[in-house]
């Protein structure tokens, strides 16, 4: 079958509608029918690996998903470019004293401060690599320091000293007047780590033609290295990158808006592949920035004001978090909130889920079709369960873990209805629930934060309205079980204020008063039906 003609099977499917899906159209019709396709992405281990470059994992995860949704063999790397020099000292890492001293080393020869890992740039490596997993994205992991010290890239490094006056015309052809390398500036596309004290404060004092290299460095050292078997030269960035293309025959790596924009990284290294390579670059697209918003400080103090992958599973669903990333097109500047709006994120999830399971009707079938995608992308698996999940809201929730003390196990039994193949994820939304809660709510909604009267305390109450709570005791609570709706629970309480002469307010928040010593909390015939009869009637005994 031609490009064109399953091209065209592939547009009569109505389901591959998501950008990614438009995107992985464009690889095959750009790059033709492969046996494999090479979608890479990567990124200096430096420091925490951040949801912004999280953002470019995920958009790669995607479209290898709609790729291989279309049948294709697809071969997914992720780059650890972790022979890069180490130029700062981290926030977040202790005895900052130390690492200051491993300044222009490589940065798999820091050592790791925390003693849990071989170096400082595998530390950054493990926290990442351990959680991908967790939102379904396995890649094949390369590390380009062992790559370079194997001298894999001799031969890459050779073509490009020998070309290096070609690659500078590929350098200056963005560049403006006041920013070109002149005839008569030297350019090596080659930096070296010296071989004695291993630091990059080097000068490249001659080259030979083939592999040998001549440098000198500050520490006094000098030789000539032949980078066959030497171990520490290494291309800069810009060359390095398009030499990999070839190198891994790349057909997709999307980059950030910096790296992507007219002029910038990506364009001259398309200039360099070619010219130097041989390899048509791959086909790119541009993603945004991930803001973020309403962080509590306890998560972002000891992280060096940056969220990682773990700190935002701990707040969303992996499914929820992919969602939010699925849900949006990667050229979209967006907010991942930490705040109030965690409410709304999660009602959006599962009101396209509902629509996915016919429970909520779509606007059209492209409306459909359009959610249906975005939720199959949003699994870790990329499959609809067979059951629909147990949606329960994360206001609910937090109400609920608040009155069993976060007893995961009691909310589960309280909801009363949940099938032994929605526990497991289940489990998990609460478990979000309850971290958001105890670390975020506090800031952002303190309302939110109850703790019941379980010790026997009582509130200070005037005589009329520690009447009025007696008659909810001793009159709304035995009817609790036949109440079928909250506001039947709610207007039993108003009839009493209103025969009693009080303010419905005030009445109200003297109930919150001696439930949780607040003066407001949770809507209260809710809240009533939550507790339950035999909770309420123990910690109203005491009046």
């Not at 090479?38 to 999280?54: M, R």
Request: charged residues 30%.
């Amino acid at each position: 079958m031609s490009n064109e003609n399953q091209n065209n099977n592939e547009k009569r499917d109505p389901l591959l509608c998501h950008w990614a899906d438009q995107m992985a159209n464009q690889i095959i019709r750009e790059k033709g029918d492969l046996d494999s396709y090479t979608c890479a992405s990567g990124i200096t281990p430096s420091g925490t690996v951040h949801l912004g470059n999280f953002r470019e994992i995920i958009t790669v995860d995607l479209v290898v998903r709609a790729l291989r949704d279309r049948g294709k063999n697809v071969r997914f790397i992720y780059s650890w470019d972790d022979y890069d020099v180490f130029r700062k000292v981290p926030a977040n890492m202790p005895d900052p004293e130390i690492l200051e001293k491993y300044l222009r080393y490589p940065i798999t020869e820091v050592p790791d401060t925390t003693g849990r890992n071989e170096n400082y740039a595998r530390h950054h490596e493990v926290d990442i690599e351990t959680q991908l997993p967790r939102v379904g994205i396995s890649p094949e992991f390369l590390y380009q320091a062992s790559r370079y010290r194997a001298n894999r890239y001799a031969e890459g490094m050779r073509k490009a000293m020998q070309n290096r006056e070609v690659i500078k015309e590929c350098l200056n052809e963005y560049r403006d007047d006041a920013h070109k390398m002149k005839p008569e500036d030297v350019y090596w596309p080659v930096a070296i780590f010296c071989g004695k004290c291993q630091k990059d404060t080097t000068e490249i004092t001659d080259y030979d033609g083939e592999y040998g290299i001549t440098y000198k460095c500050e520490c006094g050292n000098c030789e000539t290295a032949d980078i066959r078997t030497f171990k520490g030269a290494k291309l800069g960035w810009r060359v390095d990158w398009p030499m990999r293309w070839n190198e891994e025959k790349v057909v997709f790596e999307p980059g950030g808006k910096d790296h992507i924009s007219p002029g910038g990284s990506y364009d001259t290294a398309k200039l360099v592949s070619k010219k130097i390579y041989g390899w048509d670059a791959p086909v790119t697209m541009r993603y945004d920035f991930v803001n973020l918003k309403g962080v509590p400080g306890k998560m972002s103090s000891s992280k060096g004001k940056v969220i990682a992958l773990p700190d935002a599973l701990d707040v969303y669903q992996a499914e929820v978090l992919r969602y939010l990333f699925a849900g949006t097109r990667p050229n979209t500047e967006f907010a991942i909130s930490f705040d109030m709006d965690v409410l709304k994120v999660y009602e959006d999830y599962d009101k396209t889920e509902r629509i996915v399971y016919g429970i909520d009707k779509a606007k059209s079938d492209d409306h459909f079709n359009k959610e249906k995608r975005i939720y199959m992308l949003s699994q870790i698996d990329g499959k609809i369960p067979e059951t629909m999940p147990y949606q329960v809201t994360i206001r609910q929730l937090t109400t609920l873990l608040q009155i069993y003390s976060g007893d995961i196990d009691a909310v589960i039994k309280a909801l009363g209805d949940v099938k032994p193949e929605q526990e497991e994820r289940l489990r998990r939304r609460i478990e979000c629930a309850w971290f958001w809660v105890k670390h975020s709510a506090p800031d952002c909604a303190p309302d939110f934060c109850f703790e019941l009267r379980n010790d026997g305390s009582k509130a200070e109450l005037s005589d009329d309205l520690l009447t009025a709570v007696k008659r909810v005791r001793d009159e709304v609570l035995p009817k609790l079980d036949t109440f079928q709706l909250d506001k039947e629970c709610q207007q039993a309480m108003y009839d009493i204020a209103t025969e009693m002469g009080l303010e419905s307010k005030a009445l109200f928040t003297a109930l919150y008063q001696a439930l949780i010593g607040k003066e407001q909390g949770p809507r209260l015939g809710s809240f009533f039906r939550i507790i339950g009869k035999e909770k309420l009637e123990k910690i109203l005994s005491v009046y």
